[in-house]
């Protein structure tokens, strides 16, 4: 047996496990979807109006404390704040925690709100950082902001929930502006299910190409830029085709950062966010549903398809690359962390089916597709490639592809027609076409050094470089 | 192999197309609907509000085009239903006849008998906005439906609807397994007000456990004093989570009256229930109450410390003396007294023009600072913008203040 020999057998073999892979990982996409369909359907048909208003009127509703790390945000923090505030909600309080910000995030706060310090207590059950002061304000009774030395995003939130009055607390981004009636829709979860309901997140939109006028995006738009209209497409596919599929399956594993609402009492009996995690996020849900599974409590996890948060995507590749690195590094880590629940029947769908999808396609599917270009490649030089069942093979993985952002692009115009022009459909339409040539292979490309970096232990904080929200024009007549 | 492959491009275009084409065509038909709707709407909304403001007994159909389409007779519908969610008093009543004689009431009550259950929800929730009298029956009938989400809708509509017939019903859906039910259905009773008084007092002994908490917690929020008796008994309870509600309740109803059975369930063995009679102390806003509340700083517990402390300063100058001569939980204490901004209220009055209040406020903030807790003050001090107030507060600091006297 030749060296050329076992190379071919090598490739021959790599390339029939690939048709295997491609066809397993597009039937559980296809499987999620069908999920997805009848569970935004479901979730449309009983929305009712009046469940809103009395969640909004009732005495029993849940009060939130919604708390918001800031570190060098004095950019966006101020209309952030203002949203918050303004959110259409029976009793909650606003907790911005000033991660140590060395920009004038501290001086914005206190200037716009008329802060002075006061000596609350609060109860450290949760181990942060020195806490240097913390400010109220007498104009905004339900506004707590606490100035801390820097602990990293982890420690500010867990300061959130130590200062925090409320049993629920709804964690947000302080880029991120969340819609006026999202605590209403967010929370009818935990108001249908009390006993039940430990962590529920709403869908995250794009905010780039939008128009904000004091905390609102008032005009829906799409970005200008292609970047951001991939990712635009890329969310919709997430959020609408995945993880409204996973929650219904009982084994919803992402709550997104920007946007979450937990039982406080749950995410202090885990000891709260875990500082050394690169996704916080992620690994706080992981360890809720390990920690409960253990338990042998019922519980639910779930994802609310239309309490909305806006949040600004990259725009250059530089910053997306950083982002997508933390992100993946955060996913192995907490693959990693919580190996004991992978394949482990215990753990039921979240053992069996979630992980391993996360193991199977979302670690190791960037491998499989920068690996199978290769193969392509050595195949034609060898000699073995034929290039009919190629091109047949590459346009079905387009079809595919293509397939999987236009039917999220259906499920968001049959139920929440966010994006209400024949413009925007067209472009994102057009957007799930092209991400395919290119954008897709440079996230993988993103996810193999983020692979490389992980094993290297080489830590980066994905930090996000803002443009701001972009300002809708002043109104005719307004001063 | 290629055969294969080349069918399996063909379908997944194929439905590629077909879920391009689906979206288009979506659109299409939604927006076409919409714009015909819009036209529509605005040749009939001007006849339907032209009937809601006359005074005449004429029906709804001498101001409607002679002929009317489906979509008609469904937007005359939702105008009437969108009118029926603002208005009030006999154009309410105008909207009511107007549905019984669109056909509208009939329509819903026939589509309570649908197989899906979300067309029977909807229905409810219709004939509630409709509130025809002849609607029910066939709601009460609902209340059965295996459906917890129709069960509410039918729940709801009969609140709206009211009257003995409705309220029955109702309180025994208090009864209702699903917690989320169970609430809404005690929020429509405490949207029903005093009607529903005497029915939840009849019925409280026949319920179970958790309607009972429902039906106590209701009876205090409509604040009927009729329901004093049941609460006063339930105070005695071997349930500590009736005990509570029961505490929570006569708080609500305000009645100073019952501060002597609040104060004797301030030393009940369960902390709940001591948290809410401290809470319902301070609701009530009795001052017999202080020594208790007092004493009650000293619990283990902290919510009813927390409660207590909120109860002193709701009760006046006398409370909030008692506040500042606490030897123990100072700091719970003082913090009431700062979420209450009195401190900075008497800081303020360091400026007044009257030689007693800036007396009783230095006086006050001198007792304080002998919590300890002083840098506040320190700031205060530093950061005011009148001298008067920085002098005040500086020699206040600077001396040792009534608990530290005796200190090394």
């Not at chain 1, 997508?324 to 955060?330: A, D, K, L, S, V």
């Not at chain 2, 439906?145 to 509410?152: F, H, K, L, S, T």
């Not at chain 2, 917690?179 to 007092?201: H, P, T």
């Amino acid at each position: 047996m030749t060296w050329m020999s076992i190379l071919v057998a090598i490739v021959l073999a790599f390339n029939r496990w690939v048709i295997y892979y491609f066809g397993l990982l597009n039937g559980v996409y296809l499987l999620l979807f069908l999920v997805s369909f009848f569970e935004v359907m479901r979730f449309v048909r009983r929305t009712f109006f009046s469940d809103y208003e009395q969640i909004l009127k009732s005495e029993m509703t849940w009060p939130i404390s919604i708390i918001v790390p800031a570190f060098n945000e004095a950019r966006t923090i101020v209309e952030t704040v203002r949203s918050l505030l303004a959110v259409n909600y029976g009793q909650f309080e606003v907790v911005v925690v000033n991660d140590g910000s060395t920009d004038s995030t501290l001086e914005r706060l206190v200037e716009t709100f008329e802060l002075k310090r006061t000596d609350r207590i609060y109860r450290r059950t949760l181990p942060t950082g020195p806490v240097r002061g913390i400010y109220a304000s007498l104009d905004h009774p339900s506004l707590i902001v606490v100035d801390k030395e820097w602990s990293g995003k982890a420690g500010a939130l867990n300061t959130g929930i130590n200062v925090s009055r409320y049993p629920l607390f709804c964690s947000v981004d302080a880029d991120s502006i969340i819609e006026e009636n999202a605590l209403l829709r967010v929370v009818k979860p935990f108001m249908e299910h009390p006993q039940e309901m430990v962590a529920a997140g709403g869908i995250v939109r794009i905010v780039n190409g939008c128009e904000v006028r004091e905390g609102r995006v008032v005009r829906i738009g799409l970005p200008r830029k292609s970047l951001p209209v991939f990712q635009v497409v890329e969310y919709l596919r997430a959020f609408l085709g995945g993880r409204i599929g996973w929650s219904s399956l009982r084994s919803l594993l992402i709550i997104s950062g920007a946007f979450g609402l937990y039982r406080k009492s749950d995410v202090i009996a885990v000891g709260g966010y875990d500082g050394s995690s690169e996704t916080e996020d992620l690994e706080l849900v992981l360890k809720l549903h390990e920690h409960l599974r253990r338990s042998g409590r019922k519980y639910r996890i779930v994802f609310v398809p239309d309490p909305v948060c806006w949040t600004e995507v990259p725009s250059t590749f530089r910053v997306l690359a950083r982002q997508r690195n933390r992100w993946h590094r955060g996913l192995l880590q907490s693959l990693w962390r919580h190996k004991r629940m992978m394949l482990n029947p215990d753990h039921g769908v979240i053992g069996m089916l979630a992980l391993p999808y996360f193991l199977l396609f979302e670690t190791l599917g960037p491998f499989v597709e920068i690996l199978g270009y290769v193969m392509v490649a050595l195949s034609y030089f060898l000699g073995l490639l034929n290039v009919d069942f190629f091109v047949l093979f590459m346009i079905l993985a387009v079809f595919f592809g293509v397939f999987l952002s236009v039917a999220a692009v259906l499920l968001e115009e049959i139920s929440f027609r966010r994006y209400p022009g024949w413009e925007h459909l067209a472009l994102l339409v057009l957007a799930g076409v092209l991400e395919n040539f290119g954008y897709r292979q440079v996230l993988a490309l993103f996810k193999v050094k983020a692979f490389y970096d992980f094993l290297r232990r080489r830590k980066a904080w994905g930090r996000m470089e803002r443009e701001g929200f972009r300002a809708a024009p002043e109104r005719p007549g307004a001063a | 192999m290629r055969a294969i492959m080349i069918q399996i491009v063909t379908v997944v275009g194929a439905l590629l197309a077909g879920l391009t084409l689906a979206i288009v065509i979506n659109k299409a038909r939604r927006e076409m609907s919409e714009a015909i709707d819009r036209r529509r709407r605005a040749l009939l909304e001007p006849a339907v509000f032209e009937y809601l403001g006359a005074a005449s007994s004429k029906p709804l159909s001498g101001y409607l085009p002679k002929r009317l389409s489906r979509r008609d007779r469904r937007l005359v519908e939702e105008i009437l239903l969108a009118a029926a969610r603002i208005v009030k008093g006999d154009t309410r009543d105008r909207i009511t006849a107007a549905l019984e004689g669109h056909g509208s009431v009939q329509g819903a009550i026939r589509s309570l008998r649908s197989r899906r259950r979300f067309k029977r929800a909807d229905s409810a929730e219709d004939l509630g906005l409709m509130r025809s009298r002849e609607a029910v029956e066939p709601l009460v009938a609902l209340m059965n439906d295996p459906e917890p989400e129709v069960r509410i809708r039918a729940a709801r509509a009969l609140g709206i609807i009211r009257g003995t017939t409705s309220i029955r019903p109702l309180v025994r859906a208090l009864a209702d397994p699903s917690r989320w039910s169970a609430i809404r259905v005690a929020e429509i009773l405490i949207n029903v007000g005093a009607e529903a008084v005497d029915e939840l007092l009849a019925a409280y002994e026949t319920l179970p456990r958790h309607a009972r908490i429902s039906a106590l917690d209701v009876l205090g929020r409509i604040r009927s004093l009729r329901a004093i008796g049941l609460m006063k008994r339930c105070l005695e309870d071997p349930d500590p989570d009736l005990r509570a509600r029961a505490a929570h309740g006569l708080g609500l109803i305000g009645d100073s009256g019952t501060a002597p059975d609040l104060i004797k369930a301030l030393a009940d063995r369960e902390w709940p229930v001591r948290a809410m009679a401290a809470k319902a102390l301070g609701r009530i806003g009795n001052p017999a109450a202080i020594p208790s509340l007092r004493e009650a700083m000293k619990d283990r517990q902290w919510w009813v410390r927390a409660n207590s402390g909120e109860a002193l300063r709701g009760l006046g100058q006398a409370g909030r003396e008692a506040l500042i001569d606490i030897p123990f939980a100072r700091h719970m204490a003082v913090s009431q007294l700062e979420e209450g901004r009195i401190i900075e209220q008497s800081v303020s009055d360091l400026t007044s023009a009257d030689p007693e209040r800036r007396a009783a406020a230095i006086r006050f903030i001198d007792r304080v600072t002998a919590s300890a807790r002083v840098d506040e003050r320190t700031r205060q001090a530093a950061e005011a913008t009148q001298e008067s107030v920085r002098r005040a507060l500086g020699d206040v600091l600077k001396t040792p203040g009534p608990g530290d006297r005796g200190r090394p």
